[in-house]
């Protein structure tokens, strides 16, 4: 047992970046609390949503519907989100030759792998959860058994849904390890399975009607979908110690069972997946010459590229993007049926007025949810001192790295927008606004991002999940660029509220961009350039 | 030339090195010596403008490494010991960046990839990836990925670890032939038999502090260079 808890230590000191800060900076004291204000903002910001959908629920006495909603989403969350962080997380790692070497068992290193992967969704899952406990308790004002039980819950209710993703990325890993481009096949394969289940998702037509019509079906629904999501509801209403411990021995026997079983394909799969394919007859290389700034960001490209958690990360949001817009053509009719069947009637002609807005909002949500730049400083890794070595200026690797994020955005986002204007009748002025949109609402995420990694670099990482979803500046830009999202929103509420016309209101949305990405690039080539030069590996 | 004048680095409230100073002459092979953790890779890391420092200066022909780093860095080429490459290139791709980095013309870098892949026998390796290589097939990438730009200046960290010895032997041919050509060598050691053989001038360097600075025969005298570090080291 001590053994083990000396692996966890020394795995964890290493492992969960976000709570590890640098603190070579001037505001050394700024950047220590900083990260802490942005969670208490977090809470509180999603316990107050969540507290205005309670306050609906609670009219009608159904407050409950708020822990079970919350349980599923956070159970939906971790699949989609565990899924293609364990092809990073399990294998692959750059600690494997050093446990690999000490007498451990196999499903020990597993375990721990498992474990650190289950801490941190634990931690993401509490980002959710806690706001819909405080919610709940604030209407039900339930007894202490509640929160007894609510602690015990969100300490298991995301061991399945990891265990899930888990094994799904086990079948995955042991599918693409025969394939000579394996990360490209990772790519493909991940991406196909989550784009699968997000399109069976949104077309179970009977899951959203029921849901739209009557809360206590949708209580059905989750019963029927995820049981510990309903008897963490029948716990603190009927509470029931019996069926608790079977709950918490169920859980612990799945992990059990689940390492055991895994750990004996375990390291077959991970010494395939390191397997590199080499060129196997001599072919004459290749002299090259690039300017300095494209040869960077052709590097840069090439490192995202073979990270298949970044690339999904990356791309995820852009690839709903373009489904979104083929959606907004396509199915713009069945659309307007389903509404009109709740009431709502809106014509084609009233649909088209609104486009530009539509379209305006998609770029913003594709745009501001892909923090692409956030995490790729720390991507530099060991490999940093090489690059600091080299005759090139901290602004022009910063910049570099900027344009190689917008090279995988804009593109993107263009053939969305082409999609949607080949198939609406906009103005010439709302083409124009929307393609400017297209370009600045990119740079307002990756300017911020690449300036908040210059303050939070995670340089030392045994994987590069530990970066790309779990790291410090990740979380920060993420929740930066959340906030911009809100204030387009409002912009765009009240524009319409104020009968401002359309292109007004894109051209508020740009214009603030515009202002956001002045205000980065002066940062960034003050505080951002400095920070860089002081990064050390 | 490189000047160190009065260099010191603090990691926090430790004091890594402290007060260095010595010079560094054109067509000098030079040696920096010391135990583990005494500063070595410290001292080299703020040469080559990865690492500030506290204070002093490091003057490289001319050029403070404070005042215009990237055309210090022009001047130079480093060779980490640690050779944490880009692994998800292949070795060509890594070296064409280096010298795009360089702004290294088409005939230099033909003529200077094909010489010292050449040299260190990895013109066959070239179009495989590096993460595919030994530590010592990375070394032989990073040095020649150091040399294509024909550096004035090469800085190295422990350039023979996890070498071959016939790598070894063909760095201190190369190293002999750059020499002749003025430029500058200056490299960390742990293995004093080749520091003594090839090195016209030594530093030595212990708990951050230069102990000693001069001509091979100015510090060792009669005795083996080895000798003179273990006295160094138990005073």
């Known amino acids: ?537 | 030339m490189i000047e160190i004048k009065n260099v010191t680095k603090k990691y926090g409230k430790k004091t890594a090195i402290s007060n260095i100073t010595f010079n560094i002459d054109n067509g000098e092979i030079f040696a920096f010596i010391g135990h583990n953790g005494a500063g070595k890779t410290t001292l080299i890391k703020a040469m080559v403008g990865i690492h500030d420092f506290n204070e002093g200066e490091i003057i490289i022909n001319g050029t403070s490494i404070k005042d215009d780093p990237v055309a210090c860095k022009r001047e130079l080429a480093y060779v980490p010991d640690n050779p944490e490459l880009y692994e998800n290139l292949k070795a060509i791709d890594y070296i064409n960046f280096v010298c795009d980095m360089y702004d290294v013309d088409y005939e230099t870098r033909a003529k200077n990839i094909k010489k010292y892949a050449d040299l260190f026998e990895i013109e066959d390796v070239l179009n495989n990836p590096i993460s595919s290589f030994s530590h010592g097939m990375k070394q032989k990438v990073a040095l020649t990925a150091a040399l294509v730009h024909d550096p004035k200046v090469l800085i190295m960290d422990e350039p023979f670890v996890g070498l071959d010895p016939k790598a070894v032997f063909k760095i201190k041919q190369m190293m002999a032939e750059m020499v002749k050509e003025g430029k500058i060598i200056f490299f960390s050691t742990h293995i004093l038999d080749v520091a003594e053989k090839l090195c016209s001038r030594v530093a030595i360097i212990k708990n951050g502090k230069l102990i000693k600075v001069g001509s091979m025969k100015e510090i060792k005298g009669d005795e083996s260079l080895e000798a003179v570090f273990m006295e160094m080291e138990e005073e």
């Open chain 1, 1 to 537: 047992m001590r053994k083990l808890f000396s692996l966890i230590k020394a795995t964890f000191s290493e492992g969960l970046s976000i709570v590890k800060i640098s603190t070579n900076r001037m505001s050394a004291k700024l950047k220590k609390v900083l990260p802490y204000i942005l969670f208490i903002l977090i809470i509180y910001s999603f316990t107050y949503y969540t507290s205005l959908l309670t306050k609906q629920f609670h009219k009608v006495g159904l407050e409950y519907i708020v822990i079970l909603l919350f349980a599923f989403l956070t159970f939906f969350l971790t699949i989609m989100e565990g899924i293609y962080k364990t092809s990073d997380l399990l294998f692959n790692c750059k600690d494997d030759d050093l446990l690999l070497a000490l007498p451990i068992k196999k499903s020990t290193i597993l375990f721990i792998r498992f474990f650190k992967f289950y801490v941190f969704e634990l931690m993401y899952n509490a980002m959710f959860m806690i706001p819909a406990i405080i919610s709940y308790a604030i209407y039900a004002k339930p007894s202490y058994l509640f929160y007894i039980i609510s602690v015990i819950m969100l300490v298991f209710l995301p061991v399945i849904p990891v265990l899930l993703s888990v094994v799904i990325g086990f079948i995955i890993k042991q599918f693409v390890t025969r394939f000579k481009y394996k990360n490209i096949a990772q790519i493909i394969f991940t991406s196909g399975l989550l784009l699968g289940i997000l399109y069976i998702s949104f077309n179970s037509q009977k899951f959203v009607e029921k849901m739209i019509a009557n809360a206590t079906t949708l209580f059905d629904l989750i019963k029927k979908i995820y049981y510990p999501a309903y008897l963490y509801y029948e716990l603190f209403t009927d509470f029931n110690l019996y069926k608790l411990l079977i709950y918490m021995g169920i859980n612990i026997i799945l992990v059990i069972i689940a390492m055991n079983v895994l750990s004996k394909v375990y390291y077959k799969i991970n010494s395939r997946s390191k397997e590199v394919s080499n060129v196997t007859h001599y072919s004459k290389y290749k002299i090259k010459t690039h300017k300095p700034l494209i040869s960077f960001m052709i590097k840069d490209l090439k490192r995202v590229t073979s990270s298949s958690v970044y690339i999904i990360n990356a791309c995820f949001g852009l690839v709903l993007f373009i489904a979104s817009a083929v959606l907004l053509t396509s199915r713009s009719k069945t659309f307007l049926n389903m509404l009109s069947t709740y009431g709502l009637k809106i014509s084609m002609d009233q649909i088209a007025k609104y486009i530009p807005i539509v379209l305006l909002a998609m770029i913003a949500f594709a745009a501001l949810t892909s923090s692409t730049t956030s995490s790729m400083i720390s991507l530099e890794g060991k490999s940093f001192s090489i690059l600091k070595s080299l005759p090139i200026s901290a602004k022009k690797v910063i910049y570099a790295k900027v344009g190689s994020a917008l090279l995988l955005m804009i593109p993107a986002i263009i053939i969305g927008d082409i999609i949607v204007y080949v198939n609406y009748d906009l103005k010439i002025i709302d083409i124009i606004l929307t393609i400017v949109a297209s370009i600045l609402l990119p740079l307002v995420s990756t300017l911020l991002g690449i300036f908040v990694n210059t303050l939070y670099p995670h340089m030392d990482f045994s994987n590069d999940t530990e970066v790309v979803k779990q790291s410090m500046s990740v979380m920060i830009a993420l929740f930066v660029n959340f906030g911009i999202l809100i204030i387009i929103g409002l912009l765009i509420y009240f524009g319409i509220k104020s009968e401002l016309g359309i292109s007004l209101i894109i051209l508020m949305v740009n214009g603030m961009a515009l202002l956001i990405n002045i205000i980065s690039i002066i940062l960034i080539n003050t505080i951002g350039v400095k920070n860089f030069n002081l990064i050390t590996i």
